[in-house]
């Protein structure tokens, strides 16, 4: 069954790939990013193959454009089935670099984000007695290593964040972590802090597709409604 799908960060990396394996099952995605110009280039992208697109900017700090987002989703199309909440930043530096901006920048996006996200959507599902939440967080939820500290913080509050959600929720309502390893992205190219860049250099040495990640959340949403997929965790065979 065709569903009505809004992926934050669609503009690139898993949340692009993840627009495009959606469309391409035949649902309908609703592209929001700051980068409107690169949104434009995915819809037509996805329109050329088929499939059906809608393209609104979005700054997921920005609580009421996160909420105009999902209202306009909704009075398009008159539901919205899935959030799918992908949108974040890593910017990482050790902690004694003191690069402030840069951890409330990560909190702004990669937990404010995901919370205007939630707080847009919700109302939606709980009216329909149905929808599904996706947070793709990261293996930075699950361990912690140097220069990432704040990056992972983020990340941990983001699966506490989630798991809270699918506890509190009706389960008519389905809730999503995917926490993705090493994966091919733009993320590292925000990195500022020269330590912090050569040591990812290292770190991302062997990466996957974002679309392994696509494929994952397109077997979450393609589940029965019976069927709730809490948690997946994907990596490089070689990541330890």
């Known amino acids: 069954m065709s569903k009505v799908i809004a992926v934050t960060g669609a503009s690139s990396g898993i949340g692009e790939a993840t627009a495009l394996r959606l469309a391409a099952e035949g649902h309908h995605v609703v592209l929001g990013a700051r980068r409107e110009d690169r949104l434009a280039s995915l819809a037509e992208k996805i329109r050329a193959a088929g499939g059906s697109a809608d393209v609104r900017r979005l700054d997921v700090t920005d609580r009421h454009d996160m909420t105009a987002f999902v209202d306009a989703a909704v009075d398009a199309h008159g539901r919205i089935d899935v959030l799918v909440s992908n949108a974040g930043v890593m910017p990482l530096s050790r902690l004694d670099a ?3 901006e840069e951890w409330d920048r990560m909190i702004d996006v990669n ?5 205007h996200g939630i707080a847009a959507a919700l109302p939606h599902f709980q009216r329909r007695r149905g929808g599904h939440f996706v947070t793709i967080a990261s293996i930075g939820a699950h361990e912690v290593s140097p220069t990432a500290a704040v990056y ?3 990340k941990y509050a983001a699966w506490a964040i989630t798991e809270g959600l699918r506890q509190e929720a009706d389960p008519s309502i389905r809730v999503t972590t995917i926490s993705p390893g090493v994966t091919e992205s733009e993320l590292a190219g925000s990195i500022t802090d020269p330590g912090a860049r050569a040591l990812m250099g290292d770190y991302r040495a062997n990466t996957i597709p974002a679309g392994a990640i696509a494929d994952a959340v397109a077997y979450a949403i393609a589940q029965p409604a ?6 997946m965790i994907i990596r490089p065979t070689r990541q330890r």
Request: with cysteine; proline share 0%; net charge negative.
């Open 152 to 154: 992972c913080a983020t």
């Open 226 to 231: 019976d069927v709730d997929v809490n948690e």
């Open 111 to 115: 937990v404010r984000g995901l919370l």
């Open 98 to 100: 003191l690069l402030v």
